[in-house]
């Protein structure tokens, strides 16, 4: 996958809690990104990060939290204000936003 | 709105039959065009990209067109094998103010019988 690792493969967590996506790269990509995968959708931008100390909202950002405290380091935190949270969820880095993006394996999310 | 069409959603061939995906788009301005192929349960793993000038790309078995006109992309694949069945997800970006965040279509779901 490309030097880009999520943990935990698997999470599960009960309604209303907020809960942290780890996502590491090593591959000196300035750019990153966390996407939502629902069955039969296509993937949806949650949150991009053009370079470290700055992030943008995507198309689906409500309910979401990013931080980009390091060039390596992207976790993605998912509050309780998230109405449907269970999902597969995938973690790219680009050299830059015109790049080809390398995708992690993903985290599954299960929330009840 | 940007948008990006596959065609069909799912396929079932057999293992050595050749066959091609479609892909539409109306993102506007074009940048660039990628095919990705996404295991189940597994991050998407890009195959080609192709940008405004390119009509044809292989990678192997797999071989990408590009008709900027219409707006259209396809990727045939040759002599399938059971390790092709995946999902196949058509990338399209666009340039807007420096940024080239991706539209990404819903993917066409291939499975190949022995």
């Known amino acids: 996958d490309g030097g880009i690792t999520q943990s935990p493969k698997y999470l599960f967590r009960k309604e209303g809690q907020n809960v942290t996506l780890s996502c590491e790269q090593n591959?000196?990509?300035?750019?990153m990104y966390w996407y939502r995968q629902d069955p039969g959708q296509g993937l949806r931008l949650i949150y991009y990060s053009q370079i470290v100390n700055d992030f943008q909202k995507g198309d689906i950002a409500e309910g979401y939290s990013v931080s980009r405290e390091k060039k390596e380091s992207f976790p993605l935190t998912v509050t309780s204000a998230q109405k449907n949270p269970t999902a597969f969820y995938l973690c790219a880095s680009s050299i830059d936003l015109s790049s080809e993006q390398y995708f992690g394996p993903g985290t599954r999310l299960t929330v009840t | 709105k940007n948008q990006v069409e596959q065609s069909p959603q799912s396929l079932i061939i057999l293992e050595g039959k050749n066959c091609t995906l479609q892909?539409?788009?109306?993102?506007?301005?074009?940048?660039?065009l990628r095919w990705y192929k996404q295991d189940t349960g597994r991050g998407p793993v890009s195959l080609t990209i192709?940008?405004?000038?390119?009509n044809t790309k292989s990678n192997g078995r797999y071989t990408a067109t590009l008709d900027a006109d219409t707006k259209q992309s396809s990727l045939h694949i040759t002599a399938s094998q059971l390790s092709d069945s995946a999902s196949y997800i058509c990338?399209?970006?666009?340039?807007?103010?420096?940024?080239?965040?991706?539209?990404f279509g819903r993917g066409t779901s291939l499975i190949v019988h022995p």
């Open positions: 591959l000196n990509h300035d750019a």
């Open positions: 892909c539409n788009y109306t993102v506007s301005p074009f940048s660039n």
């Open positions: 192709m940008t405004f000038s390119e």
């Open positions: 990338v399209v970006s666009a340039t807007s103010g420096g940024s080239y965040i991706p539209t």
